[in-house]
Nanobody, 122 residues
Framework: QVQLVESGGGLVQPGGSLRLSCAAS????????IGWFRQAPGKEREGVSC????????YYADSVRGRFTISRDNAKNTVYLQMNSLKPEDTAVYYC???????????????WGQGTQVTVSS
């Protein structure tokens, strides 16, 4: 069964850090581009970061560049999103998604996880 499972979300104060994990089962992550998306209440889902399947190139939304880092551990079949200097506007449900083609900010990925809540508040 193909499955993506996110973990690592929670409540953090502004300026704090969290590391999200996206673990795959039923398929091998390194054959896929893996994207992180987020959706805040009342807003559309937006792309945050992506790591390509070919050469490991990474991409970031302007709003998170310099604060977030995406990485891949092929041995663990897991992709991570390290989030530093968190701001209240980063509050959202974060989803990871896998696509057999390439990184993009479009939502037409092959597989999606169920999401993990990140809340940044004092």
């Amino acid at each position: 069964q193909v499955q993506l499972v996110e973990s690592g979300g929670g409540l953090v104060q502004p300026g704090g850090s969290l590391r999200l994990s996206c673990a795959a089962s039923g398929f091998t992550l390194d054959y896929y581009a893996i994207g992180w998306f987020r959706q805040a209440p009342g807003k559309e889902r937006e792309g945050v970061s992506c790591i390509s399947r070919s050469d490991g190139s990474t991409y970031y939304a302007d709003s998170v560049r310099g604060r977030f880092t995406i990485s891949r551990d092929n041995a663990k079949n897991t992709v991570y999103l390290q989030m530093n200097s968190l701001k209240p506007e980063d509050t959202a449900v974060y989803y990871c998604a896998a696509d057999s083609r390439k990184c993009s900010w479009y939502l037409g990925y092959d597989y999606w996880g169920q999401g993990t809540q990140v809340t940044v508040s004092s």
